[in-house]
C-alpha cells in the first residue's frame, strides 16, 4: 500500500518548501496540508492533484513503483520549467521519494532576478557554466563567474541574479536537509 502523506510530505521537503508554503501553492491550508501528510484525511483526487502540481510532480511518477535505482536521466526527460519569463530552470534529475537531492540547470536573463527563495534546510551548490551570478543569502551578497562554484547553506531568504549584459547559465543542486 501506498502511504500517499509520506510521499507527499518527501517531496515537499525535497522542495525546501513549509507546510504553509505548500498550501498556498495548492490552494489548500497549512492544516489540511499537515492532516494528509500525517494521513489523518486523505485528499481528493483534485486537491492530490492540486497538491503535485505544486511539487512539480507528475500522478504517473508520484505513484510509480521505484524499487530499481535509476541512473542515468536523459536530456528528454528534463522538465523545463519558465519562472518569471526572464528565469528559466530545467529540472535534470527530478523529485524522488527515495533521493534528497534535485538538480536543475537554470538561465537567468541580463539585468534579472530570480524570485525570493524562502529559508530552508538543506545544502546548495551551485557551478557557473556562462556569465557572472550573483547570490544575495540574508544580508550578505556573493557573485562567481564561468567555472566557479558556491556553495551554503539556506539558512536565509536567497536570490540568484544577473547584472551584466549577457544570460548567465548554471546548474543547481539542493538537497532537503543536513
Not at 504553509?20 to 500525517?38: H, N, V, Y
Not at 540547470?105 to 524562502?118: C, D, F, Q, S, V
Amino acid at each position: 500500500m501506498i502511504d500517499i502523506g509520506a510521499r507527499i510530505k518527501h517531496l515537499r521537503q525535497i522542495n525546501g518548501l513549509a507546510q504553509a508554503d505548500l498550501a498556498e501553492r495548492a490552494g489548500l491550508t497549512k492544516g489540511a496540508i499537515s492532516q494528509i501528510e500525517r494521513n489523518h484525511t486523505s485528499p481528493s483526487v483534485a486537491n492530490l492533484l492540486e497538491i503535485l502540481s505544486a511539487l512539480n510532480e507528475t500522478p504517473s511518477s508520484f505513484f510509480a513503483d521505484d524499487d530499481e535505482e535509476k541512473v542515468i536521466f536523459r536530456k528528454t526527460e528534463a522538465l523545463p520549467s519558465d519562472v518569471t519569463g526572464y528565469v528559466s530552470f530545467e529540472t535534470l534529475i527530478p523529485k524522488s521519494r527515495y533521493r534528497s537531492m534535485v538538480a536543475y540547470r537554470a538561465e537567468i536573463k541580463p539585468g534579472k532576478e530570480t524570485p525570493l527563495e524562502p529559508a530552508q534546510e538543506g545544502e546548495n551548490y551551485v557551478f557557473v557554466l556562462s556569465g557572472r551570478l550573483g547570490l544575495r543569502l540574508g544580508s550578505a551578497a556573493y557573485a562567481a563567474r564561468k567555472g566557479e562554484s558556491l556553495y551554503f547553506y539556506a539558512e536565509k531568504e536567497f536570490a540568484f541574479s544577473n547584472k551584466g549584459k549577457a544570460p548567465v547559465d548554471f546548474l543547481w543542486v539542493k538537497t532537503s536537509g543536513r
